[in-house]
């Protein structure tokens, strides 16, 4: 395996799986760091943005000043990975109407979009990349209804909808891989960061 042993990567822990992730990314000899404010996105290499309730993390990363802080990490060519509320936040837009926040990844989202009855399942997932299929946790998770631009590779689909994606340094995943022991859809975000 390689030695990620110099990135520091960030979590944003305002709400939702933070300690998951945090795990994850030491488990593979990277360095987590919490993150709270925009004075704590100096040094990272990256950042992950957990699930959670994505209109409650918006909000509260406008609030603290994170929602312009996080566009100008991922304009500096920072990797930002988005996890199932994460997929949420980097979108350009949400089907609905409803406002956009991070506008960061050309794709729309569709929210809670597998339906209120399935609101969970586990299914294991081929993904692009990875040599068997990955054990995908699904919690009332979104999927990404359009690509809005050829520079979007996707990299995994569940019954016909795109459920991975990537974007430059930017990925998102309706699932929680955070949830499994399998840390490799965060090592593929590693990876990303050092391409
Ligand atoms: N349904 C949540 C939302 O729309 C996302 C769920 C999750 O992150 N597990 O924000």
Redesign the pocket.
Known sequence: MQNYRHLTIGVLALQ??VSEHCQQIEQLGATAKIVKNPSDLTALDGLVL????????GKLMRTVGLLEAIQQFAQQGKGLFG??????LLAKQIEGGEPAHLGVMDICVQ??AFGRQID?FQTDLAVKGLEKPFPAV?????YISTIENSRVEVLAEFEGNVVLAKQGKVLACSF?PELTNDARIMQYFLEMILS
Do not use: D, K
């Open positions: 939702g799986a957990p699930g959670g309730e994505s209109t409650a993390i996890t199932c509320a994460g997929m949420i929210r809670n969970s699904f919690i009332r998770a979104p929680h």
